[in-house]
């Protein structure tokens, strides 16, 4: 059974077709480097370059929100825009060479604004939420490369099934609060709060597992050289939700201080 992840980008059936049929659809397409190979080297130096445009764009925002103008509005248009981006490729993964750069710096004005925000009530949370995405991933990798976790199918399939019960309860709660006077459990200081967040992060970690074991297979299969662009920007996907949720988890520990 091909389980999938949260990960819209490495769910898609890319990653499960063929090499000569990827690379006759490359071919077609007329995109560049249709005759190289996806490398996991490659993939990571993309995903490294993608963080880079990313940081920039954030940095603008954020010298910006504290020169007095409002991150509200360029933070809302940077997620809505790069979820074009993502929907888009994962359709038209060939096309990935040139969604994966626009989509990091629409992410980063993302944020950029949602930190500037954190930051302003909360000093200091910026820097220890990307402290601890960095050693999350940093583990992550260590773990998966030295196969202390393997991801089997039944890794596979409790991730997913986590993950999708997330994403739905997320958008129910959003949904009804919207229209009623609930508030979700997961908002607020509680300790039922700071326990679903906690639950989140170790979900979004665990992605960082089966986005490794599809970007590796994706090497083995000998997939086009534009997949490795396709598996940097999946990469960043989720990095880009740890770090959200770690911002959200640090700031309901500081409100009960």
Known sequence: MNYKTKNPFLTNKSFSTTTASKKEEVHHASVIDYDQEMTLSGTMNKTLLLFLLLIASAI????????????????????????????????????SPYLAPGYALFEGLFIGGVSAIFEAKYPGIVIQAVGATFVTFAVCLGLYKYRIVKVTEQFKSVVVAATLAIATYYIISWVV?????????????????????????IIAALNLFLDF???????????????????????????????IEFLRLLSKLASND
């Open 177 to 201: 609060s919207m229209f009623t006077s609930f508030a979700p459990v997961h908002h607020g200081n509680s300790m039922m709060s700071i326990g679903i967040s906690v639950f989140v992060i």
């Open 60 to 95: 603008v925002i954020w010298w910006m929100a504290f020169n007095g103008t409002n991150p509200i509005i360029p933070a809302i248009g940077g997620a809505i825009a790069g979820l074009i981006l993502v929907v888009f490729a994962a359709f038209k993964p060939q096309y």
């Open 213 to 243: 074991d599809r970007i590796e297979k994706g090497v083995t299969q000998k997939m086009p050289k534009y997949m490795e662009w396709f598996g940097a920007m999946g990469l960043m996907i989720t990095l880009v939700w740890l770090y």
